[in-house]
């Protein structure tokens, strides 16, 4: 097991820069994914740890090692790709056994390695079936397998459940995490997907076009989202935003909707008058129940999901999205009172977008 | 017979003719595969199996046109004679050493070829295009080309040798140097051919393989005996049944190069069957010569295919 470092890496195409300068410390055994939407730099971040892609610029460091100019076999690394590359013509054993044999070990020691990798996966039965005789879920665990077989200092997972249907990704995500737990081994996971990112990090890194947004653990990027960007990318559904402005104590909304700025807690004392905000809210934190703070709205459309109701409605010419309880029905076009706990508001600069409270 | 019974019948043809027209215009699936296959069916009848039925037939006359005699039947007296003739040994063998030197010469050239391709280059298409060229020439062509590049007098190569300071040779004055200009002329002219296939089959191996692989620890040697060769394998039959087949078909070049000589020590079985047929017009030898052709490259393709399927089988 090793820590990770980045230190102001950068990675340029021509003039188009990739990643912007990052900075990143990632604990010995510590389990961090990299988030963001397509082209935000996550995948040549984790290739450029994986020395798949040369760097522009910065350091990295695996354990006490610089490893910039090392090639991926001499950085102790392995890694779970997208689409497993798994080599087709050789079975699951030998898939399984080739970075050991590469790597000079015996064949009693590569069989022993493999067929322990292989029972705490539970794919010892397929160990000689070739990858085209296996299923999605049964690939992605062999190219896990293949990754721990070494036990290498790092694993990078690079989005490894995409290719999988969404019971099977809820599946493998548990295995995932069971098996960190087991195996205690640095893990850099790269995902879009921010239920992936919630469910399974110690600490979640938000990209966005090549630079940090915001780095913290699941809960504290979730309660407390340091941008727009990141209050609407984590959640779902994601965080309401609707702009108002503050005066006289209160945030008037485009439509009338009032807010107490007094409730929202001391922070929200540096608010002056006129000043125009991007109010945050997520959809779990409205209510039904009788409140003092809460908007006036029409229903515009209602989603029974079983386990929750999704009512969405405009303030302020925004569509927002309340989850209420199952049991709330309201009809569309019906005037509604919708409470909600005024410590839980968001507020952002509307410039900066990034948070004031 | 009366009026009734008539007109019963008139309304049985007519329903059975109507059974037969909804039949055609709205078959059932045996039928309509049947329908769709048949115009495949026909034309691969009347080039392919009519000619080989026919050739077959010939082999087994006595039909000289020279002679004027009419076509005569004379069982396997044509093959019995083709094992007492020594140009058709000669011939044969020198179409096997052909096959045996230069499918394997071009498959070599032509993979490394190939790789040298498949390298990222910033720009590819003049690479692509050199690839193209000798495959894109006419066989008489490449072969009247190297005719000129081994003339004793003025042809590049011989300039070459002398400027290194080796002597020069009269290269179709000897049967052995003859022979190796022609294998190097055919394995240049179809070493293009080999790499176009082996690129097409590069191309389609994922890159993620050789990341992996690179990860797993394997370089660059390893990672071509354990992933590239093994993923091109199918790519590498395929084109080794269409250059092998070629190659017991050798005609052209050296045709081109020395018309079989000197005497016929460069001949091969094509230019012997041709010169049967066309110059000597016996159809009946050169039918009989034709079918051992035909038989050989059978043969080759059936092993060929074996080993795919056995590989398949494997999977």
Known sequence: MASVSLCKLDKSYGSYRVVKGIDLEIADGEFVVLVGPSGCGKSTTLRMIAGLESITGGEIRIGERVVNALPPRERDIAMVFQDYALYPHKTVRENMGFSLKVRGASAEEAEAKVAAAANMLGIAHLLDRRPGQLSGGQRQRVAMGRAIVRRPQVFLFDEPLSNLDAKLR???????KRLHRAIGTTIVYVTHDQVEAMTLADRIVILRGGDIEQIGTPDEVYNNPASVFVGGFVGSPSMNFAKAKAAGGLLDFADGNRLPLAALGGCAMSAVDGREF?????????TTAA????????????????????VHFSIGGSTLTARLPPQARPTPGEALWIGLDPRKIHLFDTSTERVVH | MTVTSRLEQVAERVETRRAMLSRLLDPDETTLGALLLAPAAVLLGGVIVYPVCKLLYTSFLDLSLTSGAPARFVGLANFQQMLEDPVFWQATW?????????VPGALVVGLGLALLAN?????????RLSLLIPWALPLSFAGLIFAWFFHSEYGVVNDVLNRVGLPGAIWFNSPRLAFAAICLTITWKASSFMAMIILAGLQTIPRSLYEAADVDGAGRVRQFFEITLPLLKPTIVVALIFRTIAALQTFDIPYMMTGGGPGTSTATLAMYIHQNTVSFLDLGYGSALAVVMFILSMCVTAVYLRMISGREGAR
Do not use: K, M, Q, Y
């Not at chain 2, 020198?94 to 230069?102: A, C």
């Open chain 1, 170 to 176: 809820g599946e493998v995500r548990a295995e995932i």
């Open chain 2, 94 to 102: 020198n179409t096997i050493l052909i096959t045996l030197i230069t």
């Open chain 1, 291 to 310: 409140t003092d703070t809460g908007l006036n709205c029409v229903v515009e459309v209602v989603e029974p999901l079983g386990s929750d109701t999704l």
């Open chain 2, 119 to 127: 390298l990222p280059f910033n720009i590819r298409w003049p690479v």
């Open chain 1, 278 to 286: 991007i109010v945050g809210i997520r959809p779990e934190h409205f």
